[in-house]
């Protein structure tokens, strides 16, 4: 087992340490960083990162984060967990999805692996991306609805067998597999550039922060995370795994007017829903209907927006088009 150095980290084996990763400085003075905790375990094995709020307005990754942090003992871990709890700082602390002082690269999730001298958010995405592909082994980008929306489990996963056993491993109740809407400059996508597994997984909404709610959306991913890591042999345990997968992409049901917006009653995320399916309707202020927002095809809704005071061409349903089902566990780590 090594010392493992990650941004100003230095954690032994078996042990669990935190620090930062340097991003720059606060117009201020203060320095910019990024929150950085490394477990590194007491044996040799993988080196499972974590990646929390690259968007703002998503703030379940970190209490996912936090929760499995709290329960994971070094001691009793194989390999090492490493983990940014909010990659975007500024976009966390303004609770949007990007940087609200950065209008030129708003989005972190589109500028992967960014620049040493682009422009701010870049900078950012290029100080982490250069921690993790130097150490992470697989990586987990955590995400939620933010607040327009609310996503019920879902996995976007990178091409090839590798992604789609680190998907199956996250365990029950996360069967919908989709390929990434957005092959490049995500976190994802650098890491299945340089030929490593890579997921995004989508669980939340701001709508569905009230305690309880929130409670349980970070119990649901940290506990996925755990199954991750009796997948990989990190701890001990058997995992557990759905009996059969959706696998499809994302259709983007936009609206086509303005009005108020009032999903249908007995309305459910991750059933299936028949082509032409009313799944929620836009009424004008005077009472009249609209638009029905119907099923672009046979498939499931697995996202509805919540704002519903809704602009012509704003999202209105995450719609899934699966395309195949697989209920073989594919697992060519066992090869490694
Ligand atoms: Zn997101």
Redesign the pocket.
């Known amino acids: 087992m090594k010392v493992l150095e990650i941004g100003n980290v230095r954690a032994e084996p078996g042990s669990k340490a935190c620090g930062t990763i340097a991003a720059g400085n606060h117009p201020a003075g203060g320095a910019l960083e990024m929150p950085l905790i490394v477990v590194n375990g007491s044996s040799d094995g993988p080196v499972l990162w974590l990646n929390g709020c690259?968007?703002g307005d998503?703030p379940q990754g970190p209490l996912a984060i936090i929760m499995l942090i709290r329960e994971l003992d070094p001691a009793k871990l194989k390999g090492a967990v490493v983990a940014v709890p909010v990659m975007n700082v500024p976009a966390f602390e303004a609770s949007e999805r990007g940087n609200p002082l950065d209008m030129f690269s708003y989005d972190m999730?589109r500028v992967y692996p960014g620049s040493a001298n682009g422009r701010f958010t870049e900078r950012l995405a290029w100080a982490h991306k250069e921690a993790l592909a130097a150490h992470a082994d697989m990586e987990i980008s955590i995400?939620?609805g933010?607040d327009h929306s609310f996503l019920d489990k879902t996995i976007f996963a990178a091409p090839g067998d590798a992604a789609l056993e680190l998907a199956q491993a996250m365990g029950k109740g996360w069967s919908v597999i989709l390929s990434s809407p957005h092959p490049k400059g995500s976190p994802m996508a650098e890491l299945h550039d340089q030929g490593k597994p890579a997921i995004s997984i989508e669980l939340g909404g701001i709508c569905h922060t009230m305690p309880d709610a929130f409670r349980a959306d970070g119990r649901a991913m940290a506990d996925a995370f755990w199954n991750v890591l009796r997948h990989y042999g990190m701890v001990e345990g058997e995992p557990q795994y759905e009996e059969k997968w959706f696998t499809g992409s994302q259709i983007a049901v936009l609206a086509s007017t303005s009005g108020l917006w009032l999903a249908e009653e007995g309305f459910e995320f991750l059933k299936p829903a028949r082509e032409g399916q009313v799944l929620a309707r836009i009424y004008n202020l005077y009472g009249e209907e609209l638009e029905q927002i119907k099923a672009p095809c046979d498939g499931m809704p697995f996202g509805l927006r919540t704002t519903p005071a809704t602009h012509t061409g704003d999202w209105a349903v995450f719609y899934a088009k699966i395309t195949d089902e697989v209920t073989a566990l594919v697992h060519p780590s066992r090869a490694l």
Request: proline residues 0%.
């Open positions: 690259i968007h998503e999730n995400h939620s933010g």
